[in-house]
T-cell receptor
C-alpha cells in the first residue's frame, strides 16, 4: 500500500525559479492538505482541498498555488521561489468524515538559495 | 491569541519507565485532539484520537487524556522502549463540529529519547 507519495524528496532551487511539488494518494480520500514544517515550528497549513475541483487557502498560502483535477493528485506550485520558502513540505489526506486521522507523505525538503 | 504548547525541550527517560508528554492550548475549543509520532526524515504517523467528551483513551502501551477544563492533554507511553524515541505532535481538530471538514492545528512537538 503506497498511501501518500510525494516527489521529489529533495530539491534545491535558485531565488526566482518555479517548481511543482507532486502529491498523490491511492486511498480514495476526499480531503487533501499541504503543510510546511520549519525547525521549532508546528506544521502550518498552506492549502487544502475537500474534493476534485475545490481548493481553499490555509494559514500560510502566500507564494503558493494548488490545483485538484483528480481525487488522487494535489500538486503544490511555487512561483518565484524566495528564501523564506525553504522548508519541509508535507502532503496529507483524510477520508471525508470528520474524526479521522490524516495520512502523511514523507515530505519534500526544499532549499531556496 | 490562540496557542498550542508542547514542551520544546527533549524528554529523556530510561527504558521501562513511563513517558508523559504534555499538550496545553489556549483560546481553542477543539472537538477532537490527535497525537502523531514523527521520526527524523519522515512524515507524521497517527497514533490516537480522543473526543472532547472522552476523558481517556488507550491503545496498547499508549494512553491519552483530555481535560477540556484545564485545556490540556497528556500522552503516556508505559514500559517505554528505545524504539519509542521520536518526536510526538499533538493536533487540535478545530473545525469538524462546524463544517464536517477536519482542520488540524499542530503543536511544535516534543522529542522523546528512551535510553537502554
Amino acid at each position: 500500500n503506497a498511501g501518500v507519495t510525494q516527489t521529489p524528496k529533495f530539491r534545491i532551487l535558485k531565488i526566482g525559479q518555479s517548481m511543482t511539488l507532486q502529491c498523490t494518494q491511492d486511498m480514495n480520500h476526499n480531503y487533501m492538505y499541504w503543510y510546511r514544517q520549519d525547525p521549532g515550528m508546528g506544521l502550518k497549513l498552506i492549502y487544502y482541498s475537500v474534493g476534485a475541483g475545490i481548493t481553499d487557502k490555509g494559514e500560510v498560502p502566500n507564494g503558493y498555488n494548488v490545483s485538484r483535477s483528480t481525487t488522487e493528485d494535489f500538486p503544490l506550485r511555487l512561483e518565484l521561489a524566495a528564501p523564506s520558502q525553504t522548508s519541509v513540505y508535507f502532503c496529507a489526506s483524510s477520508p471525508r468524515q470528520s474524526n479521522q486521522p490524516q495520512h502523511f507523505g514523507d515530505g519534500t525538503r526544499l532549499s531556496i538559495l | 491569541s490562540q496557542k498550542i504548547e508542547q514542551n520544546s525541550e527533549a524528554l529523556n527517560i530510561q527504558e521501562g519507565k513511563t513517558a508523559t508528554l504534555t499538550c496545553n492550548y489556549t483560546n481553542y475549543s477543539p472537538a477532537y485532539l490527535q497525537w502523531y509520532r514523527q521520526d527524523p526524515g519522515r512524515g507524521p504517523v497517527f497514533l490516537l484520537l480522543i473526543r472532547e467528551n472522552e476523558k481517556e483513551k488507550r491503545k496498547e502501551r499508549l494512553k491519552v487524556t483530555f481535560d477540556t477544563t484545564l485545556k490540556q492533554s497528556l500522552f503516556h507511553i508505559t514500559a517505554s522502549q528505545p524504539a519509542d524515541s521520536a518526536t510526538y505532535l499533538c493536533a487540535l481538530d478545530i473545525n469538524s463540529m462546524n463544517t464536517g471538514f477536519q482542520k488540524l492545528v499542530f503543536g511544535t512537538g516534543t522529542r522523546l529519547l528512551v535510553s537502554p
